[in-house]
């Protein structure tokens, strides 16, 4: 089952109450990516770069089966850089910059052999973007998933409206859902945004966990309690690569297929916070990733009887 992945490539500077980066690899596509290739192989990439941005994390994704046939390296230019400082709680943040560079005019181009891709991950890039691809397909993915944030919500908001229209599964945080929505309550905001065209609702509160609706129901994930939290960057998007990674892994789109897929990406995410960057996120094993997953069926497994 093939993966298109869609999304930033990037440079990040952190700030947290544990220590402060200079200019480390992020960006939403490489977490998703990373995150996903625990699940599936056939993981195709499309995204932008500047020629400052380093061949060995290239490498580095190659090497956990990820294409970068999609991925363009601008001459001259500079790569998109994000930086931003978490509060003590580490639930919240404030974005210091963002400068575009080569996003700014980032006009995706989807190889001949992606276009028939049957799953669909959009991460966070401008609604626009998001929706170029999708029209260079060949035909419609089995499911698309769209990730996004405040920021394009802030400057594109009747583009990010249209998009959502044609996807299967938004993943955004509590703060996010109720800037789209305009309700405070989580259960309204939901109805809201599922009127506006996705079907499955992803609702991101990190530490508290993630929920997910339908129409009819909703189902809670936790957050597995950690010991150390070094850096959340990246947390959501490595939930969106495990959650679509397993759908494509299991070729099962099915709802009660969704509330699994939720704890795989909560496992994954539970594993990019605990280093700074995308660096936990390489190198794992099988093994690792089924030992963590199972600390979450322990964590809310329990017995009741109602009589
Ligand atoms: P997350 O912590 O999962 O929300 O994602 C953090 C990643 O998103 C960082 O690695 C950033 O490079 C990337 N990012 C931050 N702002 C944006 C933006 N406006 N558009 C796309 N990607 C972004």
């Known amino acids: 089952m093939s993966l298109l992945v869609v999304g930033t490539v990037a440079f990040d500077a952190i700030e947290t109450p544990f220590g402060k980066t200079d200019k480390i690899v992020g960006g939403a596509a490489s977490y998703i990516a990373l995150a996903s290739s625990y699940f599936t192989k056939e993981i195709n990439l499309v995204s932008v770069v500047g020629d400052d941005f380093p061949q060995e994390f290239m490498n580095t994704l190659k090497s956990q089966g990820v294409n970068l046939d999609g991925l363009q390296i601008k001459q001259g230019e ?48 401008m609604p626009a973007v998001q929706q170029k691809v999708l029209s260079q397909l060949s035909k419609r993915p089995k499911l698309i998933v769209l990730d996004t944030m405040n920021f394009w919500m802030d400057i594109a908001m009747p583009e990010l409206l249209e998009t959502l229209k044609g996807i299967d599964v938004l993943t955004i945080n509590d703060s996010e859902a109720r800037q789209l929505s305009g ?77 699994r897929a939720i704890i795989f990406g909560s496992a994954m995410a539970s594993f990019t916070v605990e280093k700074f960057g995308t ?11 089924s030992n963590r997953v199972q600390e979450f069926v322990d964590l809310v497994q329990f017995d009741i009887s109602l009589v």
């Open 78 to 125: 500079k790569s998109f850089f994000w930086s931003g400082r978490y509060h003590n709680d580490m639930n919240s943040r404030d974005t210091l910059d963002t400068q575009l560079n080569v996003l700014g005019d980032f006009d995706p181009i989807v190889p001949e052999s992606y276009k028939n891709c049957e799953f669909l991950m959009l991460g966070n890039l």
């Open 183 to 259: 309700e405070y309550s989580l259960v309204k905001a939901a109805q809201k945004i599922l009127a506006m065209g996705p079907k499955v609702l992803v609702i991101k509160k990190g530490e508290h966990g993630a929920l997910l609706f339908n129409k009819e129901e909703v189902f809670f994930a936790p957050a597995l309690p950690l010991e150390d939290v070094f850096d959340p960057t990246g947390a959501g998007d490595s939930f969106a690569g495990g959650f679509i990674g397993y759908l494509a892994k299991t070729k099962d789109i099915s709802f009660e297929n969704m509330k």
């Open 279 to 289: 660096e936990r996120l390489i190198g794992l094993s099988q093994e690792d990733v």
